[in-house]
């Protein structure tokens, strides 16, 4: 049996173990150009960090008055953001180092995310998580993404793990907020430094107030075998 017993470990996977945000901006960008809308700053891009796509496409539509469908602007965005994410995505060093070390000890493991399922396989094969990393959810197979807990509990369901069993790696409030819906345990390791003080982010088991910066795979291994053997 693992040392890690029962535990089991879920990853968000944008902003958490690859650094994609810049492509969902980009995408984004040019998408809100394209229909009239020029100027869509970074800094407006920081509100959608963690949302899912679709919901996203929801939001921008009212919030700028679009013509263009939910649909035609999310096909839009995601045609653009594939070609982005095939080749400029690259994983966080140290979180495929925890993928690593938790892949020798056998510890289930999986992706829950609210990006779309093209979008999932795309960036696992070109990163080679999908070595490691079988299990995969999208907000597109569960009725509601995040902040409600279906992808979370999804993922637990697949892995045959009890939720109070999972530990969620998470940057984002909604995804915070989802984990801790869905009665998990988890890390919180913030890709917008300003989050860190969101009420979201104060149920955390473990807070890295630094994000990535800060996030190593050796503490985050000896923090999670501490956790389940004391447990």
């Not at 902003?15 to 809100?32: F, H, I, K, M």
């Not at 095939?86 to 060093?93: D, G, K, M, N």
């Not at 430094?193 to 104060?202: I, V």
Request: net charge negative; proline share 5%.
């Amino acid at each position: 049996m693992s040392k890690f017993g029962t535990l089991a470990v879920i990853f968000d996977l944008d902003g958490t173990l690859v650094d994609s945000e810049p492509n969902y901006y980009e995408a984004s960008r040019q998408t809100l150009a394209e229909h009239g809308v020029p100027g869509f700053t970074w800094a407006e891009h920081e509100d959608y960090v963690g949302i899912s796509t679709l919901e996203t496409a929801v939001i921008l539509r009212e919030r700028y008055g679009l013509h263009a469908t939910v649909d035609e602007l999310l096909d839009a965005t995601n045609r653009r953001y594939l070609e982005l994410a095939r080749t400029h995505t690259h994983a966080y060093p140290e979180m495929r180092k925890f993928v690593e070390l938790l892949a020798a000890e056998a510890v289930p493991m999986a992706v829950a995310s609210g990006s779309s399922p093209e979008a999932l396989d795309a960036i696992l094969a070109g990163t080679g998580l999908d070595a490691f990393l079988h299990t995969v959810v999208s907000a597109d197979e569960v009725t509601h993404g995040k902040p409600a807990p279906d992808v979370f509990l999804e993922a637990a369901r697949r892995l045959g793990a009890d939720p109070a069993d999972c530990v969620v790696l998470e940057d984002a409030a909604p995804g915070a907020a989802a984990a801790h819906a869905a009665g998990m345990r988890w890390i919180a390791v913030p890709y917008v430094a300003a989050q860190a003080d969101s009420p979201e982010f104060a149920t955390a088991a473990l807070l890295l107030r630094g994000g990535q910066a800060e996030f190593t795979a050796q503490s985050a291994y000896t923090w999670l075998l501490d956790s389940a053997t004391s447990g």
